[in-house]
């Protein structure tokens, strides 16, 4: 099943009399259930292709629809709801909430989804190793657990997608690979998509599909088995 789907793409950024051309014409479909790493250098348009699948940028040309409708034609309410529940985010610097636990990290987003499960929290929790860290605060921790946390709030409400942006672009080699086989036990175990970009060619070994990315253009697409 088909749950993002991309035509003709174009996303270019006007400066005064500077129009650059980051996103260009890219047409893609993703399916439930894929680990699809999207690869390519610095500057070539990784992050803005992440923002406008997960609606945050408007694109300047071509389609986008994600659960089989264009974002453009959902009501400010069901981008809401969109939001809350059925995507989630995982950046490269963690992005927690410095004055809140570890437990409150979680328990905050599934606060704003309306659908408190106090289990679940445990649960996941337990799933990505840091329960038992969940009174401390992000400071008192080493980026790869914050990672971790991170991830365990992507998770809590059971989203469809997970777009994760450089995950590992802030760890040692490691704690990345650390982060790289949690994110493929996420995709071996649930029913969920994730798209991540990274500049980090090794990390797509833990895919099931390997995308590349050159100066907004996508240079190849492949399946792989994990
Ligand atoms: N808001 C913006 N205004 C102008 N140019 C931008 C903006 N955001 C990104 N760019 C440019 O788009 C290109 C791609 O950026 P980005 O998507 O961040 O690449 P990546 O994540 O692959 O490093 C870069 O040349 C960057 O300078
Ligand atoms: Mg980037």
Not at 46 to 69: A, H, M, Q, R, W
Not at 148 to 160: D, E, G, T, Y
Request: proline share 3%; charged share 20%.
């Amino acid at each position: 099943m088909v749950v993002l789907e991309t035509n003709k793409l174009n996303k270019f950024y006007q400066n005064n009399e500077i129009k650059i051309s980051v996103l260009k014409n890219i047409s893609l479909q993703f399916t439930s259930h894929e680990f699809c790493g999207i690869v390519g250098p610095s500057g070539s348009g990784k992050t803005t292709l992440l923002y406008v699948l997960s609606g945050l940028e408007k694109p300047s040309s071509g389609d986008i629809s994600i659960f089989n409708k264009k974002w453009n034609e959902y009501s400010l309410l069901d981008i809401q709801n969109i939001r809350k529940k059925d995507i989630s985010f995982i950046f490269q610097f963690y992005n927690l909430l410095p004055n809140l636990t570890v437990f409150e990290n979680i328990e905050i987003v599934m606060m704003i989804s309306e659908n408190y499960n106090l289990d679940k929290i445990t649960e996941v929790l337990e799933w990505v190793g840091m329960s038992k860290f969940k009174d401390l605060y992000p400071n008192q921790l080493s980026g790869g657990m914050q990672q971790r946390v991170a991830i365990a709030r992507a998770l809590v409400n059971h989203p469809k997608i997970i777009f994760a942006d450089e995950p590992t672009g802030n760890l040692d080699y490691q704690n990345g690979l650390d982060i790289m086989n949690l994110l493929q036990k996420i995709y071996l175990e649930q029913n969920i998509t994730i798209i991540m970009v990274t500049h980090n060619i090794d990390n797509l070994k833990f895919c099931s599909r390997k995308i590349s990315l050159l100066d907004g253009m996508v240079k190849n697409d492949e399946k792989n088995s994990v």
